[in-house]
């Protein structure tokens, strides 16, 4: 019965998140009450369950407040104005100049973990010196995705933050043990961007000469720029970013920052300039604790009504056991596809927990099925077909959806199995 519920639960949260588009908060806040209640379970019951999954997601949510509000008061600043401009200004005229050049200022753009932020800091330093030296968009609209998706596992970033939801872990640890398959990640970019160039130059699609300047029109001083404060601000990003590897809390960090790079830029202006710069990047930090908090909800019935090992038992009976040593990998490669379809929240909270469970029943940790899975289906959420930030960054760079899921869907898949095949042979996984 727990198992059959766990089902029909999974598929309802999965068509109420796809084909009628509800918020994750309502459909996770909501539907373990009456599976639980379905289940036998009394109403004290259930509330002791959620109020244990809500208590093990407050680390997670509480570095997503502040690691974003931190970010983003650095965007504000300008800080990384200066290294998107000396790119854009020193970028050789050529495929892979322009390819190396987005993946730098992609990398740069997304050290906020906001995938529509680095779309809108990337997309216009970018696409117009791409149309002024006539190169093919999708190649670069490729790059500038899988860069995403590889900055997408920083601690602070949704892919993480949902692994630690799940694995009940702080995410600073699950970061350091995937650190390594980033860094491969990096490298492979540079690698695709190569190949990718070469075969763009072959097909007749180099860039063309262009006499004008190719930086674009110069930057506007913004009322929130603080360019006397660049080196401090730098200085402090890098501190609080040093402080995660020294084992403390990973929210401490970025609420320390958030504390001190307020009242250095902002202070002059009293407080309701600095509340300002608050509520203005709320509505990028309010959505994922809401859909973070709902996942507590979601994971306390999940775990405490025994539905997770009900489902897993099922799985496992089902599963040919003489590739149940290799669930981690198998289950890693598969997830990219499926990231096609299923939003990361469907995906990541919805079905990660009991295939880890399967898993376990074969001798492999939840850490490596979780971690394995994470990388796959990150390779694949920028060609989502119901994640709305995909048709954003669609229209933004001036392509069609159809246009790129045909050009990069095998590319891709590459990629995710490069990544998920190098963190099982170094360990990672």
């Known amino acids: 019965m727990p198992a059959l519920v766990g089902f029909i639960m999974i598929a309802i949260i999965i068509v109420a998140l796809i084909k009628f588009k509800m918020l994750p908060i309502t459909v996770f806040a909501t539907l373990p009450f009456i599976a639980a209640a379905v289940l036998g379970f009394g109403v004290v019951d259930i509330f002791t369950m959620t109020a244990k999954g809500v208590i093990s997601v407050l680390p997670t949510a509480t570095l997503f407040v502040f690691s974003i509000t931190y970010f983003g008061i650095m965007t504000d600043v300008g800080l990384f104005d200066r290294p998107i401009a000396w790119l854009t200004k020193h970028m050789k005229t050529s495929v892979f100049g322009i390819m190396v050049a987005t993946i730098l200022i992609s990398i740069v ?226 997830s990219y596809p499926l990231a096609i379809i299923f939003d990361a929240d469907s995906m990541v909270l919805g079905l990660v927990p009991f295939i880890a469970e399967v898993g376990e029943a074969y001798g492999v940790p939840q850490i490596n099925t979780v971690l394995a899975m994470t990388v796959g289906y990150d390779m694949g959420v920028g060609l989502c077909v119901t994640g709305a930030a995909v048709y954003f960054g669609c229209g933004l760079m001036g392509i069609e959806y159809r246009d790129s899921l045909k050009y990069s869907f095998f590319k891709a898949m590459i990629f995710s199995v490069a990544l998920v095949v190098f963190g099982v042979i170094i360990g990672a996984f």
């Open 109 to 334: 753009g997304h050290l906020d973990g906001s995938g529509t932020t680095t779309l809108m800091i990337a997309v216009p330093a970018i696409f117009p010196i791409v149309e002024k030296l006539k190169i093919r968009k999708l190649p670069v609209a490729f790059m500038l995705t899988m860069t995403i998706a590889v900055m997408n596992l920083l601690p602070w970033g949704g892919p993480m933050g949902r692994a630690a939801v799940v694995l009940s872990m702080d995410v600073t640890d699950l970061w350091k043990q995937i650190l390594p398959v980033q860094i491969f990640g990096i490298v492979v970019l540079f690698v695709f961007a190569w190949f990718l160039a070469k075969s763009e130059e072959k097909r007749g699609f180099a860039a063309q000469p262009y006499d004008g300047d190719i930086s674009g029109t110069e930057a506007k001083e913004r009322e929130l720029a603080r360019p006397k404060l660049f080196w401090f601000n730098l200085i402090l990003t890098v501190i609080v970013i040093a402080l995660l590897f020294f084992g403390c809390p990973a929210f401490l960090p970025f609420m320390i920052g958030v504390a001190i790079a307020l009242p250095v830029n902002y202070g002059k202006n009293g407080d309701t300039a600095m509340t300002a710069r608050i509520k203005a990047h709320a509505g990028n930090v309010v959505p994922m604790i809401l859909t973070i908090m709902g996942a507590g909800i979601f994971l306390g019935v999940l775990n405490n009504a025994g539905i997770i090992s009900a489902m897993a038992s099922t799985i496992v009976s089902v599963f040919p056991k003489a590739l149940g040593r290799f669930a981690d990998v198998i289950f890693g490669i598969f």
